[in-house]
């Protein structure tokens, strides 16, 4: 595996992710922004920031595998979500866990989460960037 992650002594410890990746492998790997589409396009759970979450992860997981990856080799991911405000965490968190869960992942590498104020098209929520590295 060409990722470690670690949480340092002296900064909090996040259950979601870890503070720090130690990225070793010979190859990077930047993926577009992930954003609720299915593989024809057509946008997953409209309106619904949970359901749109788990989809970003699924087609994270895709593209990963599309090139030998997998979770296990992203070291960073930034999530854009609109109109963000904390009491949204919570469907943010659960979508982590249903992809987490239907993928057979522990998705915790180092995250940034960023509000904005919109994407590409209204109907989206969040869009999720990963960077991986593979041996």
Same mark, same amino acid.
């Given at each position: ?11 909090? !410890?996040? &259950?979601?992710?870890? #503070? =720090? ?9 930047? $993926? /577009? @922004? ?11 759970? !409209?309106? &619904?920031?949970?359901? #749109? =979450? ?9 593209? $990963? /595998? @599309? ?69």
């Amino acid at each position: 595996m060409a990722i470690t992650l670690v949480n340092p002594n002296g900064l909090p !410890e996040i &259950d979601v992710y870890r #503070q =720090v990746s130690i990225a070793s492998g010979t190859k990077l790997v930047f $993926l /577009a @922004g992930q954003v609720a589409w299915d593989a024809d396009g057509v946008t997953v759970g !409209e309106g &619904d920031l949970t359901a #749109q =979450v788990e989809q970003c992860y699924r087609n994270i997981a895709t593209a $990963l /595998a @599309g090139v030998g990856g997998s979770f296990d080799d992203v070291a960073k991911l930034t999530f854009y979500v609109v109109d963000w405000t904390p009491d949204k965490m919570p469907a943010l968190l659960e979508g982590i866990s249903r992809a987490a869960a239907k993928l057979g992942i522990t998705p915790t590498p180092p995250a940034t989460l960023l509000g904005v104020a919109a994407l590409d098209v209204p109907e989206h929520l969040v869009e999720i960037e990963a960077i991986a590295t593979l041996d």
